[in-house]
């Protein structure tokens, strides 16, 4: 079965700090991977996209990377924010499944000034 | 730059009535879907929709869920019958003929009481 993990489930941290986020799947072969925000009660922002044959993409102080072979992508933030507030979601388009995301459950992440 | 809309933001209807969710795909945008995500789950994929026709659907899109799409820019989910397990955020996507990505509209709230 496909399947996403998203780990860890929640996350408190001071302004300032450096973090990752990190996402699992159970299938190497993937389409793409795609990174999500979510404020409480909100729709699905994409913050990033990396296509199957790419290792990393960068946005402003976001960077994702993606290991096939192992199924792991990973989500760093750079110098985080209060408005970094929010639940990061992983969703994958396995190959094969090509019509639909799996997403995972989310890191809720909380910065503290 | 050109977005998913959906209509409304939020919806409360009873039991058993029926409901129909609106989205307003990309313009450009070939390939239509609907997902849900109940309050604290997983967002979970409902259905994809290419060339006025169903592709695939999960088991969870049972007689009770319909979509169509009735001219040429909205794309619509029924729910013949709602339940209260029917509560959930409601996400339309859609992606261009080319490339995977998905764009994703707002949601609706649709709270069965």
């Known amino acids: 079965k496909q399947e996403v993990t998203q780990i860890p489930a929640a996350l408190s941290v001071p302004e300032g700090e450096n973090l990752v986020l990190n996402c699992s799947f159970t299938?190497?072969?993937?389409?793409?991977l795609q990174w999500f925000r979510q404020d409480p009660g909100k729709g699905l922002t994409s913050l990033l996209l990396?296509?199957?044959?790419?290792r990393e993409q960068t946005s402003g102080r976001l960077n994702a990377s993606l290991d096939k072979s192992s199924g792991r992508s990973t989500l760093y933030i750079a110098a985080s924010q209060p408005g970094d507030s929010a639940t990061y979601l992983c969703?994958?388009?396995?190959?094969?499944?090509?019509?639909?995301?799996?997403f995972g459950a989310g890191t809720r992440l909380a910065v503290h000034p | 730059e050109p977005e998913v809309t959906q209509t409304p933001s939020h919806q409360v209807t009873q039991m058993g009535q029926e409901v129909i969710l609106r989205c307003v795909p990309i313009?450009?945008?070939?390939?239509f879907y609907w997902y849900r995500q109940i309050l604290g789950q997983k967002v979970e994929f409902l259905v994809s929709?290419?060339?006025?026709?169903?592709?695939?659907k999960s088991e969870i899109f049972d007689d009770q869920f319909s979509v169509e799409r009735p001219d040429g820019s909205n794309f619509t989910l029924k729910i013949r019958s709602t339940k209260l397990e029917d509560s959930a955020m409601y996400f339309c996507?859609?992606?261009?003929?080319?490339?995977?990505?998905?764009?994703f509209g707002p949601g609706t709230r649709l709270t069965v009481t």
């Open positions: 313009s450009n945008h070939l390939y």
């Open positions: 299938d190497s072969a993937i389409y793409n």
């Open positions: 990396i296509q199957s044959s790419q």
């Open positions: 969703a994958v388009l396995f190959s094969g499944g090509y019509n639909k995301l799996i």
């Open positions: 929709f290419y060339n006025n026709e169903i592709s695939e």
């Open positions: 996507a859609s992606r261009p003929a080319i490339g995977y990505e998905q764009y």
